[in-house]
């Protein structure tokens, strides 16, 4: 499975990005999808995640009501809307697949990582 993740970019505070993540090789639509992000010198940590069918959603509390996570499984594809952006949600943004469809907040249980795409939200 290769995950590509893209549609990160320089915003300005309070405004927003929609990242997408490409997922070929496998159909995904029974896992469940993750999305963490890394800002420099600080470890990976969980953003949202979504169930195989997009009934159930996960937030971490820094993104709540910010945020919003939704995939489309007949185009194999999972997307991330981040809108009143802050500078510190400045990060590289990484799509993660879970062979589990439950979903989950840690990343080790994510069998698959795409490669990142760099969100910088100036102040």
């Known amino acids: 499975v290769q995950l590509q993740a893209s549609g990160g970019g320089l915003v300005q505070a309070g405004g927003s990005l929609r990242l997408s993540c490409a997922a070929s090789?496998?159909?995904?639509?029974?896992?469940?999808m993750g999305w963490f992000r890394q800002a420099p010198g600080k470890e990976r940590e969980f953003v949202a995640a979504?169930?195989?069918?997009?009934?159930?959603?996960y937030y971490a509390d820094s993104v709540e009501g910010r945020f919003s996570i939704s995939r489309d499984n007949a185009k194999n594809m999972v997307y991330l809307q981040m809108n009143s952006l802050k500078p510190e949600d400045t990060a590289v943004y990484f799509c993660?697949?879970?062979?589990?469809?439950?979903?989950?907040?840690?990343?080790?249980?994510?069998?698959?990582w795409g490669q990142g795409t760099q969100v910088t939200v100036s102040s």
């Open positions: 993660a697949a879970d062979k589990n469809p439950s979903g989950s907040y840690y990343s080790r249980n994510y069998d698959y």
């Open positions: 090789g496998r159909a995904l639509s029974t896992d469940a």
């Open positions: 979504i169930n195989w069918s997009g009934g159930t959603t």
